[in-house]
């Protein structure tokens, strides 16, 4: 069985940081896609970073740009969020996506597994 573990999620004030992380079990995700999306009350599923291929290509949504940071250690089958300058509208349920070589990085369909989700309340 395959699953996706988040965990580092908070409160924390405007301007503050948060690392999020996401432990891997079942399968070796290190030729996988990964990627985190985030969920607002009241709204869709948005894309935030993703990091893909053995050569670790990047892509984030505009509204992170320069704040939050994707990484991996295949050796630990994880992935991390590093936020930084984190504002109020980035309160959201952070959900952690695996997907194979083929995932599209902003497309939720195209991630075959994803985490339970942790809790990142920004207050200002």
């Known amino acids: 069985q395959v699953t996706l573990v988040e965990s580092g999620g908070g409160l924390v004030q405007s301007g503050g940081s948060l690392r999020l992380s996401c432990a891997g079990a079942?399968?070796?995700?290190?030729?996988?896609?990964m990627g985190w999306f985030r969920q607002a009350p009241g709204q869709g599923r948005e894309f935030v970073a993703a990091i893909v291929g053995s050569d670790g290509r990047t892509t984030y949504a505009d509204s992170v740009v320069g704040r939050f940071t994707i990484s991996r250690d295949n050796g630990k089958n994880a992935v991390y969020l590093q936020m930084i300058s984190l504002k109020p509208e980035d309160t959201a349920v952070y959900y952690c996506a695996a997907g194979d070589s083929g995932v599209i990085p902003t497309e939720t369909r195209t991630y075959a597994y994803w985490g339970q989700g942790t809790q990142v309340t920004v207050s200002s």
């Open positions: 079942g399968r070796t995700f290190g030729s996988y896609g």
